[in-house]
């Protein structure tokens, strides 16, 4: 790992450049944080009829891995 990457390398730089290093990383981070998008990974869902008491049919959203046990 090279010296001016650890943390012991970031201490020993004058506090001018500490502080340019802070203000890069920070508009960095911004820039990655304005440009992503949040992602989630689930299963796809399965609307299925179950009839209830009464003749009634309720509609019942189930991840397809639920689904597939009904």
Avoid at 20 to 38: D, S
Avoid at 44 to 50: D, E
Wanted: charged share 15%; with cysteine.
């Amino acid at each position: 790992m090279n010296e001016s990457s650890s943390e012991k390398g970031f201490a020993e730089l004058p506090p001018t450049h500490q502080d340019q290093y802070r203000r890069i990383m920070h508009e960095l981070m911004a820039f990655a944080q304005g440009h992503t998008i949040p992602i989630c990974f689930a299963p796809p869902l399965v609307t299925a009829a179950v009839p209830l008491k009464g003749c009634a049919i309720a509609s019942v959203t189930l991840p397809a891995t639920l689904a597939a046990r009904v």
